[in-house]
């Protein structure tokens, strides 16, 4: 009884017709994954906060308290 000679001739191109579609099905699995467990929730995140945002009440709150050099709070 002999052992079977290790078939070498044709093994990179089996093993990558195997790998690769593995590879590309794991891969949009995980942009997917990515897209609608990040992405999707954070640009919802950013509309609801900017939904109800007043950028002069800000600006307003940040003068009086002293933020900025350039501008004055209305009390001085």
């Known amino acids: 009884m002999s052992l079977q000679k290790p078939l070498m001739r044709g093994l990179l191109a089996k093993r990558l017709r195997f790998h690769v579609p593995i590879a ?3 891969s949009m699995l995980a942009a997917v994954g990515w ?6 929730p954070r640009k919802q995140a950013y509309a609801d906060f900017y939904k109800h945002y007043d950028a002069v ?3 307003t709150g940040m003068r009086e308290a002293g ?3 350039s501008v004055r709070p209305t009390g001085e």
């Open 24 to 26: 590309f099905a794991l």
């Open 35 to 40: 897209k609608y467990g990040v992405t999707e």
């Open 57 to 59: 009440k800000e600006f």
């Open 67 to 69: 933020v900025f050099e």
